[in-house]
Each structure stands twice: as structure tokens, then as C-alpha cells.
């Protein structure tokens, strides 16, 4: 299993300002992952950030406004740039065990994040 | 592409009824199946899994689910449900490894006395 710490659980920021959320997980693992679920959504996956490579974003996601580090195998922050109303969410990190069946995805109690 | 539909929104029983959370999944190879329940204000917590092998797949909090290939579904159950399980529940599913996780839009639980 993992355990995973994310920093802050939640902030009200001003629109226009950036906020950096830290993920710090108790081992050493090669993928993690920040989501973002909206009010009454789902989880959408923003991006897949490996150690010592730039992060992977999905469509709809852009390096310039979540850009993201992976300074080592158990640390990442996601930084929200530019912040707007719209960008009020939970932000969630994540990680993926491996080993066969006993793979499970592992989450951070996420950060609740409120632009006015 | 992988997808997952729940197609209930909200659902509210009465404490100690029994409870079906409907969960179905489209995706071309076997799936790697996932139930997770968020709590108000927390992250989310794995309920149960399933890879492979039995069918029925038993999870913590005595939820179990009922893996059907030819309805490509994975309906999460209970038989007594507890005030405790109000939260929001979502269906995942993924290929093997360390690879992304594709989530339902959830279904919010509200139990009544």
C-alpha cells in the first residue's frame, strides 16, 4: 500500500494568483498522477508525471497553466497558474501500486481549492 | 477508448435496506474493474477490485460486486447499508499496471432513517 500526504487540504485564493499543491508519498514509485473533480463530477486525470521527465497532459490540459515537478521518486506538486473561479475543484494526486493483483490505484485526501 | 457509466446520480435508501450501485464499462481488452467511496471532505478509498478469477468479489465495509462480461457491467451491492455509507461512489476502470484510471460520474448515496 501507499500512503500518500497532499498539502494544503484546502485554500481560497484571489483570481489571478497561483497555488502549489505538494504530494508526498511514503515509497518510492515510478508514476503519479493529478486529478481534478469539479463540483458534483467525476475525476478528470490532468496529467502523468514521471521522475525526471516532462509530465504527460491529457486534452484539455496545458504544461503553461498546471505545470507540474517531479524532483524524485516520491514527491510532486502541481501548481495551479492564473487562477479563475472556474478553477475551483479538488485536486487530487495519486498512485498506482504494481504488482500484478495486487495493483490498486492509492489517492491523497486531495486539496479543495476556492478562487474568488 | 475506455469508459464508465453510472448511470444513477443519486440514489437514497433507508438504513438496513439493500443497496445496488449500477456500473457499466466499455473497454477492448479484459478490464481491471475498481470500486471507490469518497466521504464528504475526504479523499477516496478503495472498496474492492477485480483483476480476475471469481466473479463475485467481496471488498471491505461488507460491499461485494458482481463482475458480468456479456452485460459488461460491475454493480457495486450491500445487503444492509448503514448511515456510515452515505458518501459518493465511484466506478473505475483501467488496464494493468501503472497506467490511468478512467472514472464514472459517480453515484451520491443518501441513507435515511
Known amino acids: 500500500s501507499a500512503v500518500i500526504s497532499q498539502k494544503p487540504s484546502r485554500d481560497i485564493c484571489q483570481r489571478g494568483t497561483s497555488l502549489t499543491i505538494q504530494c508526498q508519498v511514503d515509497s518510492q514509485v515510478t508514476m503519479m498522477f493529478w486529478y481534478r473533480q469539479q463540483p458534483g463530477q467525476s475525476l478528470t486525470l490532468i496529467a502523468t508525471?514521471?521522475?525526471?521527465?516532462?509530465?504527460?497532459?491529457e486534452s484539455g490540459f496545458v504544461i503553461d497553466k498546471f505545470p507540474i515537478s517531479r524532483p524524485n521518486l516520491t514527491f510532486s506538486t502541481l501548481t495551479v497558474s492564473n487562477m479563475s473561479p472556474e478553477d475551483s475543484s479538488i485536486y487530487l494526486c495519486?498512485?498506482?501500486?504494481?504488482?500484478?493483483?495486487?495493483?490498486?490505484?492509492?489517492f491523497g485526501q486531495g486539496t479543495r481549492l476556492t478562487v474568488v | 477508448a475506455q469508459s464508465v457509466t453510472q448511470p444513477d446520480i443519486h440514489i437514497t435508501v433507508s438504513e438496513g435496506a439493500s443497496l445496488e450501485l449500477r456500473c457499466n464499462y466499455s473497454?477492448?481488452?479484459?478490464?481491471?474493474l475498481f470500486w471507490y467511496v469518497q466521504s464528504p471532505g475526504q479523499g477516496l478509498q478503495l472498496l474492492l477490485k477485480?483483476?480476475?478469477?471469481?466473479?463475485l468479489v467481496q471488498g471491505i465495509k461488507g460491499f461485494e460486486a458482481e463482475f458480468k462480461r456479456s452485460q459488461s457491467s460491475f454493480n457495486l451491492r450491500k445487503p444492509s447499508v448503514h448511515w456510515s455509507d452515505a458518501a459518493e461512489y465511484f466506478c473505475a476502470v483501467g488496464p494493468f499496471g501503472n497506467e490511468k484510471l478512467t472514472f464514472g460520474t459517480g453515484t451520491r448515496l443518501t441513507i435515511i432513517p
Open positions: 473497454y477492448g481488452a479484459t478490464p481491471y
Open positions: 477485480y483483476f480476475s478469477g471469481d466473479t
Open positions: 495519486s498512485v498506482e501500486g504494481t504488482g500484478g493483483e495486487n495493483t490498486e490505484a492509492f
Open positions: 508525471a514521471n521522475q525526471g521527465s516532462e509530465a504527460t497532459y
